[in-house]
């Protein structure tokens, strides 16, 4: 079956540091990937997202890159913020189906 | 509005109360989904709607109950609950359509703010 595997946080990070959130997958095919961000007493809220390999999401400042070779889409920001602490969910759909599959998310939080 | 609203935002209720949840979806989609978020485990889907038919219940208990009586609302009626159902329960909204793919093949879906349930 589908899975999603992303690092375990919480991360912590002071202000203006790189952030870096590993997200590795298993599935056929060529999924739709997807970062959703849940900030504190909040629903989700779509990130970014790519359809094809070497795709490059990009929103708000970060970025992730579909790698088949490595079934990876890892999602980066240079400079992070106070406001960007919050949990991070990789997810992907399949080629064929609509079901959202779901990392267990990863909790950053950034320290002025 | 936009978007995708679900109400209440908070509820408390005993284990003998008869409670329903509302999302509502303002984004002309005809998929809808819910999803269980508990503390420390993955977010769990529950049910998913498209054009107001059942296509996928994930061996959820009874005692949740979805109706979707249009493409843009999705109700979650719960009784006897039990204290582990504490959670909070997101709504979700896609394209969906043709083979579950909306335009450009991706079904991208959207999240609303979510429920707080405490079940007491």
């Known amino acids: 079956g589908n899975s999603v595997t992303q690092m375990e946080g919480p991360v912590t990070l002071s202000e203006e540091a790189f952030l870096t959130i590993n997200c590795t997958y298993t599935?056929?095919?060529?999924?739709?990937l997807f970062w959703y961000v849940q900030y504190p007493g909040e629903g989700l809220q779509l990130l970014l997202k790519?359809?094809?390999?070497?795709d490059k999401g990009s929103n708000k400042g970060f970025e992730a890159t579909y790698r088949k070779e490595t079934t990876s889409f890892h999602l980066e920001k240079g400079s992070v913020q106070v406001s960007d602490s919050a949990v991070y969910f990789c997810?992907?759909?399949?080629?064929?189906?609509?079901?959202?599959?779901f990392g267990g998310g990863t909790r950053v939080l950034v320290k002025p | 509005e936009t978007g995708v609203t679900q109400t209440p935002r908070h509820l408390v209720m005993g284990m003998t109360n008869k409670k329903s949840l509302k999302c509502e979806q303002h984004?002309?989609?005809?998929?809808m989904y819910w999803y269980k978020q508990s503390a420390k485990k993955p977010l769990e889907l529950m049910f998913v709607?498209?054009?107001?038919?059942?296509?996928e219940n994930n061996s959820v208990p009874s005692r949740f109950s979805p109706e979707c009586p249009n493409s843009s609302h999705l109700f979650l009626h719960l009784h006897t609950l039990q204290p582990e159902d504490s959670a909070l329960y997101l709504c979700?909204?896609?394209?969906?359509?043709?083979?579950?793919?909306?335009?450009?093949?991706?079904?991208?879906?959207?999240f609303g703010p979510g429920t707080r349930l405490t079940v007491l």
């Open positions: 790519a359809t094809k390999a070497d």
């Open positions: 599935a056929t095919g060529y999924p739709s």
């Open positions: 709607y498209n054009f107001k038919e059942q296509t």
């Open positions: 984004l002309g989609h005809n998929a």
């Open positions: 997810a992907l759909i399949p080629a064929a189906g609509n079901k959202l599959t």
């Open positions: 979700a909204s896609s394209l969906g359509g043709a083979g579950g793919k909306g335009a450009g093949g991706i079904d991208t879906q959207y």
